[in-house]
């Protein structure tokens, strides 16, 4: 077990938790913008002035209970945990390994844990360094994001480049969308100072949640969003850091224990809604965090130059990220698997935390794929979108958890599993099809088809075997 400490690898969480940090735009971030940029012309259109509305009220409902949702915990006990949760562990995950189960999840938090907010384990140098160059480049993405759809800039201030305003230029598209769609654009007493006001700012009320953060601290929602914990009132609200970060450490951990990536996918969409319970992000700000962590990750799996081999300050450099996640699930398995004393299957059985109810899993799951916001882009709401043409890479969020699948029978499932289509973000694209990729029911499809393969090529052996004992 390695202690970091005062680490460079907490340079990682930088990338997520510092909402001022400046960036320029690079190659991955000009995808990530051009991805994420219908955003900027809801308001030009009927459908998404409805989108904008509804985004706003929903987010509303939610937070102060008024909407209820199939959370899997009771409201009251939900705002805790959406309390704790707006702490971030990104050095090792630890907050998000209750997905793992009761069993596994204490486990790898024995191993993998924090001593406060600065000092950290981790299960090895390799697994720390995997999670922190995942991290830094869905972070980097995601903060380039906030500033560029709040005031075109790349940190509030300075203007991004002739290349990246041509994305809003192309489009008709504005930025503030929120703040002005919500009556507090950037300017006015009480507005994110950049643009994309939060919904503690424009929502008319925000029921407090008082309790102790993750680190067992006493805290408020409020010390969360306004300070002095963590000061987001100009920190832009589109799209979700936080958000970005749960799904990207859920993807990770789902890809390194497969035998819970379902009830990982269902806690990274926990996550994500509570955002929502503690008043600092739109239903809008959630999709599109999860959006962007999905594609950030399907391109790392799949070894895409734009994104392996990148140098990230304070962060180690991996150049193949495949063989880092071999690496890393080896030494996550053998350590599970020691603590545990059984093997990962037979563990991940032991599960009595609130991810043990498979229908109320889905049923959650389901409850965030859209937020049943209304229909932007009706076209794609009545197709079934062909993932192995419009993004054949998103097949590796399946293949490397399950490497018996072909990418072919993985792209097959994830348009076979998609979700409904045809929200704020799904316009045609290769980036837009990830917001609607259903990973709950394609990773339990995955899984039997697995399940079959393997039997059926049991089967094929036993003849074999019974003429290799007779002779």
Wanted: contains cysteine.
């Amino acid at each position: 077990m390695e202690m970091f400490g005062k680490s460079v690898l907490l340079a990682a969480a930088a990338c997520v938790l510092t909402p001022m940090q400046a960036y320029g735009q690079s190659a991955t971030d000009l995808v990530a913008l051009r991805g994420l940029a219908p955003v900027t012309v809801l308001a030009n259109t009927t459908e998404g002035k409805a989108a904008l509305a509804a985004n706003y009220t929903v987010t509303g409902g939610i937070q102060t209970g008024v909407m209820r949702q199939s959370t899997l915990l009771p409201f009251a006990e939900q705002q805790q945990q959406a309390l704790r949760d707006a702490s971030i562990t990104s050095g090792n995950l630890e907050q998000l390994a209750d997905g793992l189960g009761t069993t596994l999840g204490a486990a790898y938090v024995a191993r993998a844990h924090y001593s406060d907010p600065h000092d950290f384990t981790s299960v090895s140098d390799s697994v720390a360094n995997l999670i922190a160059y995942a991290l830094a480049v869905s972070g980097i993405n995601s903060n380039s994001g906030k500033y560029f759809f709040a005031n075109a800039t790349t940190d509030g201030k300075n203007a991004v480049s002739t290349q990246v305003m041509e994305i809003l230029k192309q489009n008709a598209g504005v930025t503030d969308v929120f703040g002005k769609s919500y009556g507090l654009p950037a300017g006015n007493t009480g507005a994110d100072a950049y643009g994309n006001s939060r919904p503690f700012q424009t929502e008319p009320s925000v029921l407090a949640i008082i309790g102790s953060d993750y680190f067992n601290v006493v805290a408020s929602n409020t010390v969360y969003n306004r300070g002095p914990i963590m000061d987001l009132t100009n920190s832009p609200s589109f799209p979700s850091g936080h958000t970005t970060y749960g799904y990207t450490g859920v993807l990770l951990l789902a890809i390194l224990v497969p035998e819970r990536y379902q009830q990982m996918i269902v806690r990274g969409a926990e996550y994500g809604n509570d955002r929502i319970i503690v008043g600092a992000h739109y239903a809008m700000d959630v999709m599109g965090g999860r959006t962007l962590a999905l594609y950030d990750m399907a391109h790392l799996l799949a070894n895409d130059p734009a994104y392996v081999g990148q140098q990230v300050k304070g962060v180690p450099t991996i150049k193949d990220f495949p063989a880092a996640i071999k690496t890393a699930r080896d030494q996550v398995t053998a350590a599970l698997q020691a603590a545990c004393g059984n093997t990962i299957e037979e563990c991940s059985r032991e599960d009595h935390s609130r991810f043990s109810n498979p229908a109320a899993n889905e049923a959650f799951y389901a409850d965030t794929q859209t937020y049943n916001l209304s229909v932007v882009y009706p076209k794609q709401s009545n197709n079934t979108e062909n993932v192995g043409k419009l993004a054949p890479e998103a097949g590796y969020l399946l293949t490397v958890a399950f490497p018996s699948l072909t990418l072919e029978q993985a792209d097959r499932i994830l348009t076979e599993t998609e979700g409904p289509g045809g929200g704020f973000l799904d316009e045609g694209s290769s980036f837009g099809v990830y917001s609607r990729l259903n990973l709950y029911a394609a990773a339990g499809r995955a899984a039997a088809l697995v399940s079959e393969l393997t039997s059926d090529a049991s089967r094929a052996k036993s003849p074999q075997k019974r003429k290799a004992a007779n002779n």
